[in-house]
Every structure is written in structure tokens, then in C-alpha cells.
């Protein structure tokens, strides 16, 4: 929610300023390690936007001139609030019941198939109403912002059915509403088969395409359209026929792709050259190299690799060595990934995934902008770009993933605005 106009800031002295400046083109290969620091450094804004970035003295007497509010920022890293370009925010129920199940011993896709796991979410759903899901979404959404996310994607994919995936539709535009941070929602219609269509998945597929996506794409409740492209989910073929007809509609093309199993689910994301392909677990050379070659966003969530105990991850270096377009996102959901906090995503992406701590701060702010699509007006701090701003605890930005599972953000600004700050 916009209240008044945002007055201007001045963030001053602080140690770093990562502007994370550059070419206005996605991040790749070693461009990615480029944070453009600024040390000593400073930021001024001005109403919603960056005015100025710079060394810290030279903003002094403009920032005098304008008024602006001085925020002391010794011994703290300022940069781009993070860019979430994936998550599952609308859920009515935490799944611990699987998760304890799972730390016994039975597998996710075990759970999955004797009916716990999403249409185990999707009973919850169904159950709950719009307020209860807004109110839930609303308590999360302040820990995004306390957390130092500015920005997030969001899906719906618990409704399973035309009815229930348009109440989360409603419960996303509230939340766009009602919130400080910008939402950003996705249509995930095709997330698993519901129960009522067991071994007719055709069927559920016709039945979104003739009767939801249409009035999504009409009524302009989502931007974008993804699919659970996977083994137990959705196959290859259907999601084609769901993406194509999100096209039509207006809808962005993005696709859960390779992750429990290889299926050609990154091929179809290059093919329709969807803004991302998440997950990417299971990629074969030949695939890390299409993505390489396109401008498909490779969008890695080790978060879900973290919480279900895998000890494989997904293959960063060699996306990165290839030359893809890498992302990071937490997949924040009740079933794999039930973290919203960026920096422990940071964490893990360096210690499991290898990417060093630059690399990771790119995917998660500039190249996440351009997997939403937002990159012109997101994901770096250059004059004239939304002042998305973050104040971070620590006076080396390496810090951040290093002191893991700590929240190091101490000042939260969306468009200008303080909207969380600890
Ligand atoms: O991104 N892979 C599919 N969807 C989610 C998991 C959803 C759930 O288990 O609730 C994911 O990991
Ligand atoms: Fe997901």
C-alpha cells in the first residue's frame, strides 16, 4: 500500500554501497562476481526513487539541500533489497506431519503419492477462507520485509481446482494491496494432479485452459504462468498446452523444471523462451548449454535441496561457467522449502552450490529482477531506479552468507519508504 509520498534518505557511510551497476543486460560468467562496491559510500533518494549513489562525502551537500533524512550507516553494507522470483506465499497449514514422516524416512514423492504432500496443502486450501489465507500471508510478508526481500513472485498452486486457484488468485491481489512489498503473481494451476482426476491428467489440463486461465489472463490476476513440469506432476507435452495457452491470454511463460526427475522440462522453457526455469537439478550438459544460449533465467532454489536433506545439489558452476543467466530464490512453500529468509539462500548457494558470496548477491537481486521482468526498474541502485534499499549488519558484504542463520538486515526501504526496520 502506498501511504504519502516518500520525503528523501540519505543513506551515509556506509562501509559498502554494492550498486550492483552495469549494463542494463543480465548478469552472466564472471559479470556476475561485478557488485560495483562502493566503499565509504552513500545513497540518496528521492520520493520512491535513487537520485544519487556515490562516494558518501560528495552526497553531503545535496542531501543538506534536499532535506533528506540521514541514515548513519557506519559499519553496515547497504545494496538492493533481494528479489524473491519464487515462491508458494499462499498456503493455509505448515506440513510438519510430512517433514517429520520424511526424517523417518519415506521420500517426498512417497509422501506425494499416498496423498500427503501438495493435495495435502490443497485440502487445507479448500478449507480455508479468503480472510484466514490473507491474514497468514500477511504475517510472512513482514518477515520478507524484515528479512530484507522487497520483491517477490507468488504462486497460486494449492486450489487444484478452477474455483479454489481463483480464491488464491483473490487472497495474491489482496496481499498486493494490503502490503508494502511489491507481489508479483503467477498462475500455477498445474502444480499436481487433484484427486478427482486420478489417471485422467488431460482432462484437469482442458479444464484449466478452457475455464481458468482465460479469466486470469482477462482479469488480469496473474502476469505470469508456470507448471509442475516433472515425474508425479505434469508431463511435458501438457504443460506445453498450458503455456501456450497462458500465451494467449498474456501470461509469461516460467516452469518447476528438472527437478526430481530429467524430463525436457528446461528444453520447453527454452522453447518458449519462458522468463525462468527453477529447480534445474537434473540438468544434462546438453541442457546447461541451451540455457546458456537463451535468455531463460536459470533460477536455482537449494533451499528445497537444504530442507529435504538431499545431499545433491543443483549445478551452479556449471551453469555459471556456461554462461546462463543464474538466479537465486528460498521457493518459500510448506512442503520443500518452508524458508522465506534470502540470505540463508545466500548460505547455502556458497556452501553447498560452491557460488562465491558476489555471484550469489547478483542472482538474488539483478538477475532476479530480470526473471520478473522488473530489471528496468529493479535489482540494482543507479539514479533513476526504484529505491529498493537495504542496510545489512555487517561491514563486509561476504559476511552475510558467512554468519548464516542470522538475519543481518536492519533497514528495509520499498520504493523509497522505510517499511521494516529492526
Ligand atoms: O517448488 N516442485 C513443486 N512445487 C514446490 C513444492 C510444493 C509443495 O511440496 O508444496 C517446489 O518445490
Ligand atoms: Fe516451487
Do not use: W
Given at each position: 500500500?502506498?501511504?504519502?509520498?516518500?520525503?528523501?534518505?540519505?543513506?551515509?557511510?556506509?562501509?559498502?554501497?554494492?550498486?550492483?551497476?552495469?549494463?542494463?543486460?543480465?548478469?552472466?560468467?564472471?559479470?556476475?562476481?561485478?557488485?560495483?562496491?562502493?566503499?565509504?559510500?552513500?545513497?540518496?533518494?528521492?520520493?520512491?526513487?535513487?537520485?544519487?549513489?556515490?562516494?558518501?562525502?560528495?552526497?553531503?551537500?545535496?542531501?543538506?539541500?534536499?532535506?533528506?533524512?540521514?541514515?548513519?550507516c557506519r559499519g553496515s553494507v547497504v545494496m538492493p533489497g533481494f528479489v524473491d522470483s519464487h515462491t508458494h506465499l499462499v498456503f493455509a497449514a505448515s506440513r510438519v506431519g510430512d517433514y517429520e514422516e520424511?526424517?523417518?524416512?519415506?521420500?517426498?514423492?512417497?509422501?506425494?503419492?499416498?496423498?500427503?504432500?501438495?493435495?495435502?496443502?490443497?485440502?487445507?486450501?479448500?478449507?480455508?477462507?479468503?480472510?484466514?489465507?490473507?491474514?497468514?500471508?500477511?504475517?510472512?510478508?513482514?518477515?520478507?520485509?524484515?528479512?530484507?526481500?522487497?520483491?517477490?513472485?507468488?504462486?497460486?498452486?494449492?486450489?487444484?481446482?478452477?474455483?479454489?486457484?481463483?480464491?488464491?488468485?483473490?487472497?495474491?491481489?489482496?496481499?498486493?494491496?494490503?502490503?508494502?512489498?511489491?507481489?508479483?503473481?503467477?498462475?500455477?494451476?498445474?502444480?499436481?494432479?487433484?484427486?478427482?482426476?486420478?489417471?485422467?491428467?488431460?482432462?484437469?489440463?482442458?479444464?484449466?485452459?478452457?475455464?481458468l486461465i482465460p479469466v486470469a489472463g482477462r482479469k488480469k490476476l496473474a502476469e505470469f504462468i508456470d507448471c509442475f513440469c516433472d515425474r508425479g506432476a505434469f508431463s511435458v507435452e501438457l504443460c506445453r498446452?498450458?503455456?501456450?495457452?497462458?500465451?494467449?491470454?498474456?501470461?509469461?511463460?516460467?516452469?518447476?523444471?528438472?527437478?526430481?526427475?530429467?524430463?525436457?522440462?528446461?528444453?520447453?522453457?527454452?522453447?518458449?523462451?519462458?522468463?525462468?526455469?527453477?529447480?534445474?537439478?537434473?540438468?544434462?550438459?546438453?541442457?546447461?548449454?541451451?540455457?546458456?544460449?537463451?535468455?531463460?533465467?536459470?533460477?536455482?532454489?537449494?533451499?528445497?535441496?537444504?530442507?529435504?536433506?538431499?545431499?545433491?545439489?543443483?549445478?551452479?558452476?556449471?551453469?555459471?561457467?556456461?554462461?546462463?543467466?543464474?538466479?537465486?530464490?528460498?521457493?518459500?512453500?510448506?512442503?520443500?522449502?518452508?524458508?522465506?529468509?534470502?540470505?540463508?539462500?545466500?548460505?547455502?548457494?556458497?556452501?553447498?552450490?560452491?557460488?562465491?558470496?558476489?555471484?550469489?548477491?547478483?542472482?538474488?537481486?539483478?538477475?532476479?529482477?530480470?526473471?520478473?521482468?522488473?530489471?528496468?526498474?529493479?535489482?540494482?541502485?543507479?539514479?533513476?531506479?526504484?529505491?529498493?534499499?537495504?542496510?545489512?549488519?555487517?561491514?563486509?558484504?561476504?559476511?552475510?552468507?558467512?554468519?548464516?542463520?542470522?538475519?543481518?538486515?536492519?533497514?528495509?526501504?520499498?520504493?523509497?519508504?522505510?517499511?521494516?526496520?529492526?
Amino acid at each position: 500500500m502506498r501511504h504519502s509520498a516518500p520525503g528523501s534518505l540519505f543513506f551515509r557511510n556506509a562501509e559498502q554501497v554494492l550498486t550492483l551497476a552495469g549494463l542494463p543486460v543480465p548478469r552472466r560468467g564472471k559479470a556476475l562476481s561485478q557488485l560495483g562496491i562502493i566503499p565509504q559510500g552513500g545513497v540518496l533518494t528521492q520520493g520512491t526513487t535513487v537520485l544519487e549513489v556515490g562516494q558518501s562525502r560528495a552526497l553531503e551537500a545535496k542531501a543538506r539541500r534536499l532535506k533528506a533524512e540521514a541514515i548513519d550507516c557506519r559499519g553496515s553494507v547497504v545494496m538492493p533489497g533481494f528479489v524473491d522470483s519464487h515462491t508458494h506465499l499462499v498456503f493455509a497449514a505448515s506440513r510438519v506431519g510430512d517433514y517429520e514422516e520424511r526424517l523417518r524416512g519415506k521420500t517426498y514423492e512417497e509422501i506425494a503419492r499416498a496423498g500427503g504432500g501438495i493435495r495435502l496443502s490443497a485440502r487445507k486450501v479448500r478449507q480455508a477462507s479468503i480472510s484466514s489465507l490473507a491474514r497468514q500471508g500477511e504475517g510472512f510478508l513482514k518477515q520478507f520485509a524484515a528479512h530484507g526481500t522487497t520483491t517477490l513472485e507468488v504462486k497460486t498452486g494449492y486450489g487444484l481446482d478452477v474455483a479454489q486457484e481463483l480464491k488464491l488468485l483473490e487472497v495474491i491481489r489482496r496481499l498486493s494491496k494490503t502490503s508494502k512489498l511489491e507481489l508479483v503473481p503467477t498462475l500455477l494451476a498445474a502444480h499436481a494432479l487433484p484427486a478427482e482426476y486420478a489417471g485422467r491428467p488431460a482432462a484437469y489440463i482442458e479444464t484449466i485452459i478452457l475455464e481458468l486461465i482465460p479469466v486470469a489472463g482477462r482479469k488480469k490476476l496473474a502476469e505470469f504462468i508456470d507448471c509442475f513440469c516433472d515425474r508425479g506432476a505434469f508431463s511435458v507435452e501438457l504443460c506445453r498446452r498450458v503455456l501456450r495457452a497462458g500465451e494467449r491470454q498474456g501470461l509469461i511463460p516460467r516452469l518447476h523444471a528438472e527437478q526430481l526427475s530429467h524430463t525436457g522440462a528446461s528444453r520447453l522453457a527454452v522453447e518458449f523462451e519462458a522468463a525462468s526455469a527453477d529447480h534445474l537439478d537434473k540438468l544434462s550438459t546438453a541442457d546447461i548449454r541451451a540455457l546458456a544460449r537463451s535468455d531463460v533465467v536459470a533460477t536455482l532454489l537449494p533451499g528445497a535441496n537444504f530442507h529435504l536433506g538431499l545431499s545433491a545439489y543443483p549445478p551452479a558452476r556449471k551453469l555459471i561457467e556456461a554462461g546462463a543467466i543464474v538466479a537465486l530464490a528460498t521457493d518459500f512453500n510448506p512442503g520443500t522449502s518452508p524458508t522465506l529468509n534470502m540470505q540463508f539462500i545466500l548460505s547455502v548457494a556458497c556452501s553447498a552450490l560452491r557460488m562465491n558470496p558476489a555471484e550469489a548477491i547478483s542472482a538474488a537481486t539483478i538477475n532476479a529482477a530480470f526473471a520478473l521482468r522488473r530489471a528496468n526498474r529493479l535489482g540494482s541502485l543507479e539514479p533513476g531506479k526504484q529505491a529498493d534499499v537495504i542496510m545489512m549488519d555487517v561491514s563486509d558484504y561476504r559476511e552475510i552468507p558467512y554468519y548464516f542463520g542470522v538475519n543481518h538486515c536492519r533497514m528495509t526501504v520499498k520504493a523509497g519508504a522505510v517499511v521494516s526496520c529492526q
